[in-house]
T-cell receptor
Framework: DTGVSQDPRHKITKRGQNVTFRCDPI?????LYWYRQTLGQGPEFLTY????????KSRLLSDRFSAERPKGSFSTLEIQRTEQGDSAMYLC?????????????FGEGSRLTVL | GEDVEQSLFLSVREGDSSVINCTYT??????LYWYKQEPGAGLQLLTY?????DMKQDQRLTVLLNKKDKHLSLRIADTQTGDSAIYFC???????????FGAGTRLAVHP
């Protein structure tokens, strides 16, 4: 399977702990996106990378959130000092820059539950 | 600003047509998309339409685009129980393919 993969699929943590999610995009895709989806809502844009450069961050991404894509391949999203309001599904998507329809290919998500 | 709006729920009888509507705000969007999300699964692209088109047909799916009113619709012909899912409308915003999604329309298909 050469789709977008995310790890872990589920994470339960206590408030105040740090968590890290990993995303492996489709190998030839140079753009990588993080979205957050809460119950009953559509995905909300958090940030995206073109290769290793982080080009845009949403206002939703507080100082407790940091994302990296050090070698332009996989990406990590870290949440420090988690709060109950961080409970959500964190979705990663990738796309190819040149031409095409701009379609984003999504992983199955990492569900975070903060107790 | 960026905003995509959809009705939240649609219930149809199996075999009937479903029409899901969406309004968007970014007139510079080059593509508009419909994604499908089944329970416990990620989002999958269902279809898309280029902004200079009015209509696109793909088997049981018909997409209509009214650029003047910034209105997009998805028609599913002969709706089946397997079509039960959440359908998200999305616009691409700016030059970097950042997709902005609506809240999703939950389609329920009953016998």
């Amino acid at each position: 399977d050469t789709g977008v993969s995310q790890d872990p699929r589920h994470k339960i943590t206590k408030r105040g702990q740090n968590v890290t999610f990993r995303c492996d995009p489709i190998s030839e895709h140079n753009r990588l996106y993080w979205y957050r989806q809460t119950l009953g809502q559509g995905p909300e844009f958090l940030t995206y990378f073109q290769n290793e450069a982080q080009l845009e961050k949403s206002r939703l991404l507080s100082d407790r959130f940091s994302a990296e894509r050090p070698k332009g391949s996989f990406s990590t999203l870290e949440i420090q000092r988690t709060e109950q309001g961080d409970s959500a599904m964190y979705l990663c998507a990738s796309s190819y820059l040149a031409g095409g329809t701009g379609e984003l290919f999504f992983g199955e998500g990492s569900r975070l539950t903060v107790l | 600003g960026e905003d995509v709006e959809q009705s939240l729920f649609l219930s149809v009888r199996e075999g009937d047509s479903s029409v899901i509507n969406c309004t968007y705000t970014d007139s510079s969007s080059t593509y508009l998309y419909w994604y499908k999300q089944e329970p416990g699964a990620g989002l999958q692209l269902l279809t898309y339409i280029f902004s200079n088109m009015d209509m696109k047909q793909d088997q049981r799916l018909t997409v209509l685009l009214n650029k003047k009113d910034k209105h997009l619709s998805l028609r599913i012909a002969d709706t089946q129980t397997g079509d039960s899912a959440i359908y998200f409308c999305a616009e691409n915003s700016g030059g970097y393919n950042k997709l902005i999604f609506g809240a999703g329309t939950r389609l329920a298909v009953h016998p």
